[in-house]
């Protein structure tokens, strides 16, 4: 069964069951074959993100802005990913570091960035690379927060080239490139959210973390933002038209740099899993429940997010509801076949269960209502899934999805 319905509803369906096979005289598995199907299907099963806080359910976009998605969002911010102190910093500057350069045989210029930036507490910087091709019309663009090693995967120099992060493809399709590492922001350990970031904004002697206090994948995305503050500045770039891309746990920043940050047009979850894309209530065992990820990442996320282990189930909001905090935008996820931790089927489901949202807006959310075959990307409305064959990767299949779904939706005019 790919959904495990709440306890309450366990109850109640042990009880059901034990009359149905009264009433109908059979087995006890022959009915739990029956109801079994009935709740794979059902997306009942899921929390109706669209219901109103005093009763009824949101029927247009205005409903949904004004009294349902605020409320969403405070739950993902104060129960799992935490709350930022700060938007825009008070202390915000950007140099270049690096006199910009032709670079990729003279199809684009590139730049090196220090984003500088500080609050009450202190200062601190993180550097990004971009590649801007060349090109009358300014340029739309992906921002690729990268939780790889950076000299294998992120080299400004172009001698050590990766699929995580292909610029020169990226380049010769009319894309500009545009990377960071996540580490230069907070690093990927656990200190207790003291150092990096978190030691600008907030006193971070104190003895405890806050409860809805933001958590190193928060810091990472707000990086992203800090990103598009510079996009914003730079006439050589489409800044209507930027998406954030990362993988696995940068797959989960990118959805949060995309639902904080509406200036981001899409986000891209690679792989993001646990906490990304994967429907809590989606029952697959080999995949990471919140138990395992809250165990092994703490810091990760709010503190309060410890009250959900072992209740994946009953988690008030589920993933696609969180997915559906980015409508009307475009959203992409991506699964890869051998990655059963991520729980692909999971990841189509929250995509699938999200679309609603778009509905409200006169959109399509996702195209298709089945589980695809590999490598057969869906595309066609403002949702995009992709089960690409494979490993746990960013790889250039991946990038082309992503680049296909932007060149579907008019990204890059003629
Ligand atoms: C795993 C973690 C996942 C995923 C992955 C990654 O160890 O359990 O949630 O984010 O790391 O980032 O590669």
Known sequence: MLFRPPRAVEIWYN????????????????????????????????????????GGRAATAADWEKSVKPVVKKFFLSQVYGTRPVARPPHLSFTAVWPDRDMVDGKAVRKRIRCE??????????????????????????????????????????????????VEEMIARGYAAIAFHNEEVAP????????????????????????????????????????????????????????VVGHSRGGKTALIAGVEDERFAMACSNCSGCSGAKLNRADLPDSEHIMQIVRTFPYWFA??????????AEITYDQ??????????????????????????????????????????????LSGQQFPAVNDPLMEGSVAYHYREGKHTLCLKDWNFYMDFADRNGWRRP
Not at 124 to 130: E, Q
Not at 208 to 221: C, I, N, V
Not at 303 to 308: D, G
């Open 15 to 54: 009880d059901a069951m034990e009359n149905i096979c009264k009433k109908l005289d059979i087995t006890f598995c022959a009915a739990l074959a029956v109801c079994a199907a009935a709740f794979a299907r059902s997306p009942e099963c899921v929390p109706d993100f669209l219901a109103m806080p005093g």
């Open 303 to 312: 503190p309060n997010y410890v009250a959900w282990v072992n209740r994946d």
């Open 320 to 365: 696609n509801a969180w997915l559906a905090l980015m409508a009307p935008r475009l959203v992409a996820v991506t699964s890869a076949s051998a990655d059963g931790w991520a729980g692909q089927r999971g990841e189509f489901e929250a995509a699938r269960l999200a679309s609603p949202a778009w509905e409200l807006y006169g959109k399509k959310g």
């Open 117 to 166: 930036y500080g609050g009450k507490h202190g200062t601190n910087s993180f550097f990004f690379t971009v590649f801007i091709p060349k090109s009358v019309k300014p340029s739309p663009a992906f921002v690729l927060i990268c939780n790889r090693k950076a000299a294998d995967n992120i080299d400004p120099e172009r001698r050590i080239k990766s699929e995580f992060w292909p």
């Open 188 to 243: 990927d350990w656990n200190t207790g959210n003291t150092t990096g970031a978190f030691a600008c904004f907030e006193n971070v002697q104190r003895p405890y973390r806050s409860k809805e206090g933001w958590g190193t994948l928060s810091a990472w995305a707000w990086a992203a933002s800090r990103v598009m503050d510079w996009i914003e500045t730079e006439p050589l770039l489409d800044a209507k038209h930027v998406g």
